[in-house]
């Protein structure tokens, strides 16, 4: 990344942070959400300001509010415990009674941020977040994050879906559909850059471990310049040796020479992979 695009993503990040902690908490609803114990409501009575109140629904589920008592709100919906009021006001105060419920904090089911974030964890969810929104009221990345973000939906029937979002795509050319809307439950995973190593052997200037970030691209043309190329004594034909578990294969042998042509394509290595040149036969 140059200069200046890393200028631009600490002073998004800073931003972001600040613009999450100053954030207003006022909420959108969460279409089909069913209320749940510690969500904090908002309750609106047109006709009984007395029960105008914001309170939060007991671990038993039930809401206390003056006038009627406990009114049991969990696994309802906003509309449908709206609707419930309505009902016992009109039984016992009211003619007609117009109500409106709102979730002001969806504690019942939070959305959890991990990995490379400065302040991972569960995060109480106020309903109207997007996942730049997220990410600052974790604290913003952390430096060694990776270039990926993965959000990881739950629905209520089990099933779920990933969706992959590029860190530089969202926070340096801001493009504004891989801001995400959050949703309730939701996880957010910034996987963490780590060094991984590709060892080069024989007639290479400097042979030995050569270590990458995960987020390189690892290929062999890359390996063999960070050991500082062959040696006049090399063969072009160089083997690699790919690492599965413990063990190592036989490996392929490919030609430098139509590699770096671009003849074929230049091979992509992982962890513990060992790349071997061999002294050319002459």
Known sequence: MSLL???????????????????AQTVAADSGYKLGPRDLV????????????????????AVN???????????LTETDFAARLEGLLEER?????????EVVEFRSRPITVIGAVRQPGHLAFPGNWTLLDALAAAGGLADNHGDLIYVLRRADNGL?????????????????????????????????????????????????????????????LAVLARAGGLTDRASK????????GDTLGD????????????????????????????????
Request: glycine fraction near 8%.
């Open 251 to 282: 490996g392929e042998i490919v030609d430098y020479r139509k590699v770096l042509a671009g003849e074929v394509p230049d091979p992509e290595l992982g962890a513990g992979d060992v790349v071997v040149v061999k002294e050319a036969i002459f």
């Open 237 to 244: 034909r160089i083997r690699i040796q790919r690492r599965s």
């Open 160 to 220: 779920s879906d990933q969706v992959e979002i590029p860190v530089e795509g969202l926070f340096v050319r801001g493009e504004a559909d891989l801001n995400l809307p959050i949703r309730s439950n939701d996880l957010i995973h910034v996987p963490p850059r780590v060094e991984v190593s590709v060892y080069c052997l024989g007639e290479v200037a400097q042979p030995g471990a050569i270590t990458f970030r995960s987020t390189d691209r690892i290929s062999l």
């Open 42 to 61: 908002r309750i609106r009575v047109f006709e009984v300001p007395e029960l105008n109140v914001e309170t939060r629904v007991s671990e038993t589920g």
């Open 93 to 101: 105060y009211v003619n007609r009674a117009s109500v409106s419920v």
């Open 65 to 75: 509010l003056p006038l009627i008592g406990d009114v049991l709100a969990v696994g």
């Open 5 to 23: 695009r890393r200028t631009l993503f600490a002073v998004s990040t800073v931003c972001l942070a600040l613009a999450g902690v100053a954030r």
